[in-house]
T-cell receptor, first 114, second 114 residues
Framework: SQKIEQNSEALNIQEGKTATLTCNYT??????LQWYRQDPGRGPVFLLLIRENEKEKRKERLKVTFDTTLKQSLFHITASQPADSATYLC?????????????FGQGTTLQVKP | GAVVSQHPSWVICKSGTSVKIECRSL??????MFWYRQFPKQSLMLMAT?????????EQGVEKDKFLINHASLTLSTLTVTSAHPEDSSFYIC??????????FGNGTRLTVT
């Protein structure tokens, strides 16, 4: 079955450093992968989408890579700030055909310390 | 930008009662909405796809008679948890799809069944 794995352990880093989060998937050949941010008690907020033919995508301090051979995506936050503290979720579309139905990883909680 | 509003944000009910959760798209029409459930420290699990004007489609293992979904208009989908039990206590999140855009999520409803 399709499976997405993120490091369930919290990631603690110092302000100003680069945070790197990992998303691995199995039994998938996704056309794209998405990253969301979720704050406690809130719904996820979309951050970035990367397509299978894109190796890397950037948005301000965020960078996402997508390696379809390794079946892995890396999510980087450079010059991290305490306000970046949140849970970050990766998501892939369930099935095929642009249904909009997403399967999420369990998320990695990032804590940026001042 | 597109906004999805969910109401109530939290609800406490007694075991055996029913609870209705509303999901509205505020500035766009959504023919398709999705309902997710999230238990503490776990990922979002897709429960069902809500289709305007037709029956919802449920994911495997989700009881359609327990989780009633009504998508009567292009801007409103409702989820009714019938005969709620303590194990139904969870965080319920809806999302709406705009063709060509990532999902937009509501802020979730925290349901506690006592």
């Amino acid at each position: 079955s399709q499976k997405i794995e993120q490091n369930s352990e919290a990631l603690n880093i110092q302000e100003g450093k680069t945070a790197t989060l990992t998303c691995n998937y199995t039994n998938y050949s996704p056309a794209y992968l998405q990253w969301y941010r979720q704050d406690p008690g809130r719904g996820p907020v979309f951050l970035l989408l990367i397509r299978e033919n894109e190796k890397e995508k950037r948005k301000e301090r965020l960078k996402v890579t997508f390696d379809t051979t390794l079946k892995q995506s890396l999510f980087h936050i450079t010059a991290s700030q305490p306000a970046d503290s949140a849970t970050y979720l990766c998501a892939l579309e369930q099935g095929s055909g642009n249904t909009g139905k997403l399967i999420f990883g369990q998320g990695t909680t990032l804590q940026v310390k001042p | 930008g597109a906004v999805v509003s969910q109401h109530p944000s939290w609800v406490i009910c007694k075991s055996g009662t029913s609870v209705k959760i509303e999901c509205r798209s505020l500035d766009f029409q959504a023919t398709t909405m999705f309902w997710y459930r999230q238990f503490p420290k776990q990922s979002l699990m897709l429960m069902a796809t809500s289709n305007e004007g037709s029956k919802a489609t449920y994911e495997q293992g989700v009881e359609k008679d327990k989780f009633l979904i009504n998508h009567a208009s292009l801007t409103l989908s409702t989820l009714t948890v019938t005969s709620a039990h303590p194990e139904d206590s969870s965080f319920y999140i809806c999302s709406a799809i705009i063709v060509g855009s990532p999902l937009h999520f509501g802020n979730g409803t925290r349901l506690t069944v006592t």
